[in-house]
């Protein structure tokens, strides 16, 4: 929900011309610019907010992969090493904004390496829940549909990372800001979705979401 709304923000406040979800980067709107990359013009009047949700969202992620109950030994360990690689490739994107003068300085670099850890280690970390989710607590639905945010988000990182490489640094493609959403966002639904069948759970187990049972019992 903080990638979310921190991205519905930024690109709200950038109106001239008007920001799309279809064509332009999504780390455009952490470049302040103005700016030029890959043919597109960058001028996101609060970058800022789209930078501090960059690195948040990774964090909070990580976090709460830590906190998760039901795992243990190489279980738990199957679900940090991707949450982090997610956590420190959010930090990246929001330290180093992927604007046409960082290419040229060469931290770039270190957004480039960020995003991509971001897109990897988000999406095995969406299929490892989804094969684990008798143990985290998630319903069969809810495990399938993380399978398959996380198959769509690594098919969608291949078709990103192509269509970045045939740009050869000139315009890219009219629709990479949809294929590289296909990277991010079923992987941020997945987890939200996720998120709030383990609430809702853990919710009903509590002693007092039961009045009427314990009633009957005494």
Known sequence: MIFLLAEFVAA?????????????FISNLGVHGPSTL??????????????TGFILFGITILAGIALLR?????????????????????????LF?????????????????????????ANILAVVLGRMRRRVGFSPGIGRALVTTGVVGLLSTTAYLLMI?????????????LVERGATHPFLIGLLCAGASVWSRRTLDMPDAHPA???KAG
């Open 213 to 215: 049972a314990e009633v």
């Open 38 to 51: 890959f043919g597109q013009y960058m001028y996101s009047p609060l970058a800022w907010v789209m930078n």
């Open 70 to 94: 039901g795992l243990s030994g190489w279980r738990r360990w199957t679900t940090l090493v991707p949450a982090t690689l997610l956590a420190v490739g959010g930090v990246l994107l929001g």
């Open 12 to 24: 709200a406040a950038w109106t001239d011309p008007p920001y799309s979800y279809t064509y332009h």
């Open 165 to 177: 490489l045939s740009s050869a640094g000139d315009s890219a493609s009219d629709v990479i800001g």
């Open 97 to 121: 904004p992927g604007s046409g003068e960082a290419l040229e300085d060469g931290t770039g670099a270190y957004h480039s390496m960020g995003a991509f850890a971001g897109f990897i280690g």
